[in-house]
């Protein structure tokens, strides 16, 4: 009876069942935990290297991918845990593969879960894996006029890193249009100006995902 | 009972069907079609400007986004008709959106039909529309590891357009390594390296898609 009862959810109800079940077991794990969802080639994984030489072992990272185990390899280099998810094709994470993936990262110095979706500003905006919270992240070459044509993901999302921002002088990306436009989707968002290569953002940024 | 053959069948037969239908159409009209995919923010509006302004109504358009309807408006400023499919949130177009797009475009003197897919590497490639091939187009900034990181649309794609290639001085983006990639994805590949600031292999391009 039970299994007749499981088959008759949707998929995204089941996913969201598991997602609040992540949710409970991060928390006992006494883990913040966050959702990057980008375009690919925004700078994700870059990123993460630069937050594991800041955080070393109090960082854990789940990376999704379609195919490859290159983006766990890269932040491992750098002191994090990191366990990647192939999804074979599948165009986001689900609670499922995190919940899956969660159980083969030690977390006895963690303090800090990045889970790092798919390159897609569409459908991982769709589905909760337990996190806390989703950082929409958009580099400047990318154009400012995301915000307001993938709005799914910006009124989602607590925090939007600008990333890339060094390229401001070279790029035609008004800045001031992008804010103003990822405010108006979710009023309550945070948005920073961060730039991996320079570090630009960076130490702001480490402590907002810390909480200190 | 027709019907109910008709609903027995997946969204994706149905879909291939009307793709079918449509490539069919496509014929009747004399069009060369092409579904361009690529990451949002890889410049396919811009790059589709700058073919309007060669073009103008031998080209037509047909272009895809969540919300709003500003990349279709852009390209007709250009001189050459686009009609902006607005998914509503989904993440690809789908051969009945094309369908009923092009029933509001004007051929009389058109050659070529671009459909200007949602930005998404993953999910527009599974999709066929009734085009004669797929176009991806990675930007430099996204980086040089894209086209094994996503293979499913790098694997059906008989033209691959390496934009934004003007900022190749300032990228640390291997070009070798990109097409390298490409060609064991796809050995039938053409690879074109395309700036739209500077102008670069446009002409090229151009040829291309005419085919002249």
């Known amino acids: 009876m039970i299994k007749k009862i499981d088959l008759n959810i949707s998929a995204k109800e089941r996913n969201d069942i598991i997602a609040r079940e992540n949710h409970k077991l991060f928390k006992e794990y006494g883990l913040r935990v966050f959702n990057l969802i980008s375009s690919p080639g925004s700078g994700k994984t ?29 932040i491992k280099k750098h002191g994090s845990q990191a366990v990647q998810i192939e999804t074979g094709g599948g165009c986001h994470l689900n609670a499922e593969m995190v919940r899956d993936a969660f159980h083969k990262i030690k977390t006895d110095n963690a303090k800090l879960l990045i889970i790092e979706n798919v390159g897609n500003l569409v459908c991982p905006a769709a589905y909760e894996l337990g996190e806390d919270a989703k950082i929409a992240m958009l580099s400047l070459p990318e154009g400012d006029d995301k915000p307001i044509k993938y709005p799914s993901l910006f009124l989602r999302a607590d925090l939007v890193i600008l990333s890339k921002i060094d390229l401001a002088p070279i790029m035609d990306f008004n800045l001031e249009q992008a804010k103003s436009d990822c405010l108006k989707l979710n009023s309550k968002a945070t948005i920073m100006e961060v730039s991996s290569k320079t570090g630009t953002g960076l130490d702001d940024l480490t402590h907002y995902l810390i909480g200190s």
Chains 1, 2 share one sequence.
Do not use: Q
């Open 46 to 74: 870059t990123l993460l290297e630069k937050l594991a030489d800041k955080l070393k072992e109090r960082l854990v990272v789940i990376v999704g991918d379609l195919a490859t185990t290159k983006d766990a390899d890269r």
